[in-house]
């Protein structure tokens, strides 16, 4: 007897079987390891499949399902979307698009926020909204500086408006495509490319007059525009310059000899002799009588630092961003020495390690001043600190050195850098590619699948994207993470876990109207989505929604689409979507700022959501 059977001949619950237990077993072990991380959670996601074939008896999942994730139409369109995305943004269109917005909305704030933010959730919609908010943060930076407001009033706003940006088309998010994906194998219905387009329209409308109405007011002013880098990262206190006196040890050693004769937590960061200043690589320099070091450190190895023979604080030992930002010797081709912000990004194979494991100063030949981790500025035992997404770290560089981090996919920097390696010539191609792909789509010549495929291969033999750059294009954390999360789906359908959780659901839901049911699976989602990944959340929830929209006998697309578009707006914290943890470091901000921002529009959304779904097509 089914499920579906034996609640509606007794109304009381389905016995739990065997194999759905095991299958909640595998649910609650996985949700530990989404939420605690002690692993990747695409590793985490790989486990799970490996987990569900070795169980098959129990799971009903075969080898072949166990791998169906990685031969999905979803894992292969995003895959391709990837590159697609990369190709645009290499043109530099959206970095031409914000300038050009700088000048045309002027000094006024409130303009200069409307332009973002449209800027922003309208480009999500065709474009993955990582790289939109990794454009859009050194522009934002640079928008503070004409205006002179804090840029913390600005990027939040500009992850918000992405996330919702992304409910605009089908292509907007790697969650809408699995969202589509499931849908299909459970209700026989994908998703065109424009169909909840007017949902996600209004969606972002409210959203944007929401931040220009009332939240811009709830946003604090974390970072100030007038204080230099060393004020903003409270370096005041940690950098000091000491006067290598005649006779001292240090002299006629190296820089890394004498961090290893001092034993004591401190970086030299700059070696000055005479009219010249000399910075990273420094390990091999020779130490010589009257040197000024710059150091870094704190107040306890100061101390201790001073009593070091041979050493002495040098006179007027004031430490500045001008002092640290000078030009080399011209015989080193490498430019200007500078202070720049570099954020760590969510998708990054980077995380986890430390600065030492990292080698970070002889790898990326720059020295790391602080870490700024939300509103906590991070100067001791640097070193031994696992970086997590979102950090931003305070860096002494040169301009050649900028330019290489801004070109790496683990950083973004935050300070507006010349980029001559755009290609805007290839902004019509790009343009048009991107059209195609849509175009074809939207009008079901092809699968998005097809168009998306032949969308990559176009953007590569046009040169928008080139061969060299297409696998650094993908983001394969999300690949791995969707492959090993789709059969956990099928997992839930065949041994009747998720009828079973619908079951309970509806028991607990007794005497509620279909569109309140609606609106709680909405709202669900978006809660459980700031726990675990919008992809995972996706997956467990539409084979739930379903089942539980036929015992009450609701409109099942309906509850799909609620499930789709809660994963997709989890505004509560910084870790529940990437590009809130993309903007936490450099907007200074506290955890709880998110909330307080993001909940009034959570529960805005709730009402605007499930009313537009009944509106445009019943429950």
């Not at 430019?335 to 998708?347: H, K």
């Not at 990054?348 to 790898?363: K, P, Q, V």
């Not at 602080?370 to 301009?399: C, F, K, N, S, V």
Request: proline letters at 5%; charged letters at 15%.
């Amino acid at each position: 007897m089914s499920i579906f059977l034996i609640l509606q001949t007794t109304g009381e619950l389905p016995p739990l079987t065997t194999e759905i237990l095991v299958v909640f077993g595998i649910i609650a072990v996985a949700l530990v390891l989404f939420v605690t991380e002690p692993i990747p959670i695409d590793v985490t996601a790989v486990a799970i499949l490996v987990t569900l074939i070795v169980l098959e008896p129990w799971t009903q999942i075969s080898p072949s399902d166990g791998v169906s994730g990685f031969s999905s139409s979803a894992t292969i369109t995003v895959l391709a979307m990837f590159i697609l995305s990369d190709g645009i943004r290499r043109t530099g269109l959206i970095s031409i698009l914000g300038s050009k917005i700088a000048e045309q909305f002027g000094d006024s704030p409130l303009k200069q926020l409307a332009a973002v933010v449209g800027l922003s959730g309208g480009t999500a919609g065709f474009i993955n909204n990582t790289p939109v908010v990794a454009l859009m943060i050194p522009m934002v930076n640079d928008i503070s500086q004409r205006t002179g407001v804090s840029p913390s009033k600005f990027l939040i706003p500009v992850s918000f408006a992405s996330m919702l940006g992304g409910m605009l088309t089908l292509i907007g998010t790697s969650t809408n495509i699995l969202a589509s994906d499931v849908s299909a194998r459970l209700i026989d219905r994908p998703f065109t490319m424009f169909e909840f387009t007017q949902l996600g329209f209004l969606v972002l409308v409210t959203g944007c007059l929401y931040i220009l109405l009332i939240g811009r007011h709830l946003i604090p002013e974390r970072v100030h525009v007038e204080e230099q880098l060393t004020e903003e990262f409270e370096m005041a206190n940690y950098l000091t310059e000491v006067v290598v006196r005649e006779g001292s040890p240090l002299a006629g050693m190296t820089v890394h000899e004498c961090l290893e004769e001092l034993e004591l937590e401190a970086d030299i960061v700059q070696l000055v002799r005479d009219d010249q200043t000399f910075t990273e690589p420094l390990a091999q320099k020779t130490v010589q009588p009257d040197d000024i070091l710059v150091i870094r450190t704190g107040r306890e190895s100061l101390v201790g630092l001073l009593n070091v023979e041979g050493l002495a604080l040098a006179p007027d030992a004031d430490v500045t961003d001008d002092h640290l930002e000078v030009r080399l010797d011209r015989r080193d081709e490498r430019g200007t020495q500078r202070l720049v912000e570099v954020i760590i990004t969510p998708d990054t194979n980077i995380i986890g390690e430390t600065l030492e494991t990292l080698n970070f100063r002889h790898r990326y030949d720059a020295t790391v001043l602080a870490i700024r981790r939300g509103g906590e500025i991070i100067h001791a035992r640097m070193d031994d600190r696992p970086l997590r997404p979102g950090d931003t770290l305070l860096l002494q560089a040169t301009d050649q050195t900028v330019n290489r981090l801004n070109a790496d996919r683990s950083f973004v920097v935050a300070q507006e850098v010349t980029r001559p390696d755009f290609r805007s010539s290839k902004i019509p191609i790009a343009l048009g590619i991107i059209v195609g792909v849509i175009g074809l789509a939207a009008f079901e010549v092809f699968p998005i699948m097809v168009t998306a495929l032949g969308g990559m291969v176009a953007m590569v033999a046009t040169g928008c994207v080139r061969p060299t750059e297409v696998y650094d294009s993908v983001d394969w954390n999300v690949i791995f993470l969707l492959a090993g999360l789709i059969p956990l789906g099928i997992a839930m359908e065949q041994t009747g876990a998720a009828a079973w959780l619908a079951s309970v659901i509806v028991i607990a839901s007794a005497g509620l109207s279909a569109v309140l049911v609606l609106g709680l699976f909405y709202l669900a989602t978006a809660l459980i989505t700031e726990l675990i990944s919008n992809n995972a959340s996706v997956v467990l929830m539409i084979p739930v929604a379903v089942d539980a929209a036929i015992q009450i006998d609701a409109n099942v697309f309906a509850f799909v689409l609620a499930v789709t578009f809660g994963a997709s707006t989890s505004m509560l914290s910084p870790i529940g979507y990437q590009t809130n943890l993309m903007v936490y470091g450099p907007g200074g901000y506290k955890f709880t700022d998110f909330f307080r921002v993001g909940a009034p529009l959570q529960l805005i959304l709730t009402v605007v959501t499930t009313a537009g779904i009944v509106i445009f097509w019943g429950v």
